[in-house]
Protein backbone atom coordinates (compact mmCIF):
# COMPACT_ATOMS: atom_id res chain seq x y z
CA UNK A 1 0.00 0.00 0.00
CA UNK A 2 0.69 3.50 -0.39
CA UNK A 3 3.25 5.19 2.29
CA UNK A 4 2.30 8.23 4.63
CA UNK A 5 4.35 9.53 6.95
CA UNK A 6 3.75 11.34 10.23
CA UNK A 7 6.06 13.49 12.56
CA UNK A 8 6.90 13.41 15.01
CA UNK A 9 5.68 10.28 16.73
CA UNK A 10 5.34 11.45 20.14
CA UNK A 11 5.75 15.05 21.68
CA UNK A 12 5.74 16.37 25.35
CA UNK A 13 5.30 20.42 25.03
CA UNK A 14 4.45 23.03 27.93
CA UNK A 15 1.16 24.36 28.46
CA UNK A 16 0.62 27.02 26.56
CA UNK A 17 2.78 26.23 23.72
CA UNK A 18 1.91 25.29 20.03
CA UNK A 19 2.98 21.87 18.48
CA UNK A 20 3.11 21.58 15.00
CA UNK A 21 2.86 17.37 13.35
CA UNK A 22 3.41 17.12 10.26
CA UNK A 23 2.13 14.04 7.83
CA UNK A 24 3.45 13.26 4.45
CA UNK A 25 2.86 11.16 1.61
CA UNK A 26 6.22 9.45 0.54
CA UNK A 27 4.56 7.64 -3.25
CA UNK A 28 1.96 9.47 -3.98
CA UNK A 29 -0.27 12.72 -4.33
CA UNK A 30 -2.47 13.12 -1.26
CA UNK A 31 -5.01 15.60 -3.18
CA UNK A 32 -7.12 14.87 0.05
CA UNK A 33 -5.70 14.90 3.71
CA UNK A 34 -7.25 13.79 7.04
CA UNK A 35 -6.82 14.83 10.25
CA UNK A 36 -7.79 12.44 13.49
CA UNK A 37 -7.73 12.04 17.20
CA UNK A 38 -8.60 9.21 19.35
CA UNK A 39 -8.69 9.05 23.05
CA UNK A 40 -8.24 6.52 25.34
CA UNK A 41 -10.23 3.12 24.28
CA UNK A 42 -11.94 5.12 21.74
CA UNK A 43 -12.51 5.43 17.97
CA UNK A 44 -10.87 7.87 15.58
CA UNK A 45 -12.77 11.06 15.34
CA UNK A 46 -12.13 13.09 12.35
CA UNK A 47 -11.26 16.61 13.43
CA UNK A 48 -11.07 18.39 9.32
CA UNK A 49 -10.35 17.14 5.88
CA UNK A 50 -8.14 19.21 3.54
CA UNK A 51 -7.53 19.32 0.15
CA UNK A 52 -4.81 21.00 -1.66
CA UNK A 53 -4.32 24.14 -1.88
CA UNK A 54 -7.92 24.64 -0.16
CA UNK A 55 -8.69 25.82 3.15
CA UNK A 56 -9.83 22.69 5.61
CA UNK A 57 -13.22 21.83 6.52
CA UNK A 58 -13.60 21.77 9.89
CA UNK A 59 -15.98 19.10 11.88
CA UNK A 60 -18.81 20.33 13.87
CA UNK A 61 -16.80 21.17 17.54
CA UNK A 62 -13.58 21.05 16.46
CA UNK A 63 -12.07 24.87 16.94
CA UNK A 64 -10.37 25.72 13.55
CA UNK A 65 -8.48 28.32 15.42
CA UNK A 66 -7.12 26.37 17.83
CA UNK A 67 -6.34 23.60 15.19
CA UNK A 68 -4.39 25.15 12.31
CA UNK A 69 -4.00 22.70 9.46
CA UNK A 70 -2.15 23.54 6.36
CA UNK A 71 -2.51 21.37 3.42
CA UNK A 72 0.13 23.39 0.66
CA UNK A 73 1.58 20.73 -1.54
CA UNK A 74 0.15 17.61 -2.35
CA UNK A 75 2.69 15.75 -0.05
CA UNK A 76 2.66 17.61 2.99
CA UNK A 77 0.08 18.89 5.54
CA UNK A 78 0.82 19.93 9.33
CA UNK A 79 -1.51 20.33 11.80
CA UNK A 80 -0.83 23.13 14.51
CA UNK A 81 -2.16 22.46 17.96
CA UNK A 82 -1.94 26.83 19.18
CA UNK A 83 -1.49 26.88 22.57
CA UNK A 84 -2.05 23.85 23.86
CA UNK A 85 -3.68 22.95 27.17
CA UNK A 86 -3.33 19.21 28.82
CA UNK A 87 -7.45 18.26 27.71
CA UNK A 88 -5.44 18.86 24.17
CA UNK A 89 -3.51 15.37 25.00
CA UNK A 90 -4.49 12.75 22.58
CA UNK A 91 -3.10 10.36 19.63
CA UNK A 92 -3.22 12.89 16.41
CA UNK A 93 -3.61 10.94 13.43
CA UNK A 94 -3.48 11.57 9.52
CA UNK A 95 -4.69 10.18 6.74
CA UNK A 96 -4.05 10.69 3.44
CA UNK A 97 -5.81 10.21 -0.26
CA UNK A 98 -4.69 10.23 -3.97
CA UNK A 99 -8.60 11.20 -5.89
CA UNK A 100 -8.00 7.91 -7.88
CA UNK A 101 -8.56 6.13 -4.67
CA UNK A 102 -10.93 5.14 -2.68
CA UNK A 103 -9.31 4.03 0.38
CA UNK A 104 -7.10 6.51 2.45
CA UNK A 105 -3.92 5.24 4.01
CA UNK A 106 -2.53 6.60 7.66
CA UNK A 107 0.31 7.79 9.02
CA UNK A 108 1.99 5.94 12.34
CA UNK A 109 -0.17 9.16 14.56
CA UNK A 110 1.38 11.09 17.01
CA UNK A 111 1.14 10.95 20.81
CA UNK A 112 1.03 14.74 22.34
CA UNK A 113 1.33 15.07 25.68
CA UNK A 114 0.72 18.65 27.12
CA UNK A 115 2.30 19.11 31.36
CA UNK B 1 -24.63 9.72 17.09
CA UNK B 2 -22.56 7.15 16.50
CA UNK B 3 -23.37 5.79 12.51
CA UNK B 4 -20.45 3.20 12.89
CA UNK B 5 -21.15 1.07 15.78
CA UNK B 6 -19.37 -2.15 16.31
CA UNK B 7 -20.91 -3.70 18.98
CA UNK B 8 -18.32 -6.19 20.26
CA UNK B 9 -15.45 -4.51 22.06
CA UNK B 10 -13.20 -7.41 22.39
CA UNK B 11 -13.21 -11.16 20.96
CA UNK B 12 -10.84 -14.04 21.68
CA UNK B 13 -10.62 -16.72 19.32
CA UNK B 14 -8.16 -19.96 19.13
CA UNK B 15 -5.66 -20.05 16.88
CA UNK B 16 -6.55 -21.90 13.66
CA UNK B 17 -10.01 -20.77 13.72
CA UNK B 18 -12.26 -18.66 12.15
CA UNK B 19 -12.75 -14.90 13.98
CA UNK B 20 -15.57 -12.78 12.56
CA UNK B 21 -16.04 -9.44 13.54
CA UNK B 22 -19.48 -6.94 13.24
CA UNK B 23 -20.38 -4.03 12.32
CA UNK B 24 -23.54 -2.31 11.78
CA UNK B 25 -24.53 1.45 10.31
CA UNK B 26 -27.43 3.26 9.90
CA UNK B 27 -26.80 5.80 7.21
CA UNK B 28 -27.53 4.44 4.34
CA UNK B 29 -25.95 7.02 1.90
CA UNK B 30 -22.55 5.27 2.82
CA UNK B 31 -21.57 3.07 -0.11
CA UNK B 32 -17.80 2.44 0.68
CA UNK B 33 -17.07 0.34 3.74
CA UNK B 34 -13.51 -0.49 4.86
CA UNK B 35 -11.44 -2.23 7.61
CA UNK B 36 -8.69 -1.39 9.09
CA UNK B 37 -6.47 -3.36 11.37
CA UNK B 38 -4.77 -0.80 14.68
CA UNK B 39 -1.73 -1.90 17.15
CA UNK B 40 -1.24 0.08 20.14
CA UNK B 41 0.04 3.74 19.52
CA UNK B 42 0.15 3.04 15.56
CA UNK B 43 -1.88 4.47 13.18
CA UNK B 44 -4.43 2.11 11.26
CA UNK B 45 -3.53 -0.01 8.51
CA UNK B 46 -5.80 -0.77 5.63
CA UNK B 47 -6.99 -4.37 5.63
CA UNK B 48 -9.51 -4.63 3.19
CA UNK B 49 -13.06 -3.01 1.45
CA UNK B 50 -16.15 -3.41 -0.13
CA UNK B 51 -18.09 -1.45 -2.48
CA UNK B 52 -22.28 -1.40 -1.92
CA UNK B 53 -22.73 -3.45 -5.28
CA UNK B 54 -21.11 -6.26 -3.94
CA UNK B 55 -21.92 -8.49 -1.09
CA UNK B 56 -18.58 -10.26 -0.65
CA UNK B 57 -15.18 -9.58 -1.18
CA UNK B 58 -12.36 -11.49 -0.54
CA UNK B 59 -8.44 -11.60 -0.17
CA UNK B 60 -6.31 -14.16 1.51
CA UNK B 61 -7.45 -14.82 4.90
CA UNK B 62 -9.62 -11.76 4.92
CA UNK B 63 -13.50 -12.11 3.85
CA UNK B 64 -15.76 -8.62 4.22
CA UNK B 65 -19.44 -9.82 3.81
CA UNK B 66 -22.32 -6.63 3.43
CA UNK B 67 -25.93 -7.04 3.59
CA UNK B 68 -26.59 -3.92 2.78
CA UNK B 69 -30.88 -4.34 3.61
CA UNK B 70 -29.59 -5.40 7.59
CA UNK B 71 -26.85 -2.89 6.93
CA UNK B 72 -24.20 -4.93 8.69
CA UNK B 73 -21.21 -5.97 7.29
CA UNK B 74 -18.62 -8.68 8.80
CA UNK B 75 -14.87 -9.65 8.49
CA UNK B 76 -14.00 -13.05 8.32
CA UNK B 77 -10.19 -14.38 9.50
CA UNK B 78 -9.81 -17.93 8.52
CA UNK B 79 -7.47 -19.41 9.90
CA UNK B 80 -6.80 -17.12 12.57
CA UNK B 81 -3.03 -16.45 13.71
CA UNK B 82 -1.78 -15.15 16.99
CA UNK B 83 -0.46 -11.82 14.42
CA UNK B 84 -4.04 -10.89 13.54
CA UNK B 85 -4.03 -9.65 17.55
CA UNK B 86 -5.16 -6.45 17.66
CA UNK B 87 -7.87 -3.38 17.23
CA UNK B 88 -10.22 -3.72 14.64
CA UNK B 89 -12.09 -0.90 13.04
CA UNK B 90 -14.79 -1.09 10.39
CA UNK B 91 -15.13 2.47 8.07
CA UNK B 92 -18.09 3.73 6.06
CA UNK B 93 -17.78 6.28 3.72
CA UNK B 94 -20.59 8.40 1.33
CA UNK B 95 -20.58 11.25 -1.51
CA UNK B 96 -18.34 13.04 1.20
CA UNK B 97 -15.75 10.95 0.32
CA UNK B 98 -14.55 11.05 4.57
CA UNK B 99 -14.41 8.07 6.83
CA UNK B 100 -17.02 7.30 9.76
CA UNK B 101 -15.24 4.76 12.11
CA UNK B 102 -16.57 2.49 14.35
CA UNK B 103 -15.61 2.05 17.91
CA UNK B 104 -13.47 -0.82 17.05
CA UNK B 105 -13.03 -4.32 18.46
CA UNK B 106 -10.11 -5.78 19.90
CA UNK B 107 -9.33 -9.03 18.81
CA UNK B 108 -6.94 -11.56 20.93
CA UNK B 109 -5.86 -14.50 19.16
CA UNK B 110 -4.87 -17.34 21.32
CA UNK B 111 -2.46 -20.10 20.86
Known amino acids: GAVVSQHPSWVIC???????????????QATTMFWYRQFPKQSL??????NEGSKATYEQGVEKDKFLINHA???LSTLTVTSAH??????????????RWTEAFFGQGTRLTVV | DQQVKQNSPSLSVQEGRISILNCDYTNSMFDYFLWYKKYPAEGPTFLISISSIKDKNEDGRFTVF???????????IVPSQPGDSAVYFCAASGTASK???GTGTRLQVTL
Do not use: Q, W
Open chain 1, 14 to 28: KSGTSVKIECRSLDF
Open chain 1, 45 to 50: MLMATS
Open chain 1, 73 to 75: SLT
Open chain 1, 86 to 99: PEDSSFYICSARDR
Open chain 2, 66 to 76: LNKSAKHLSLH
Open chain 2, 99 to 101: LTF
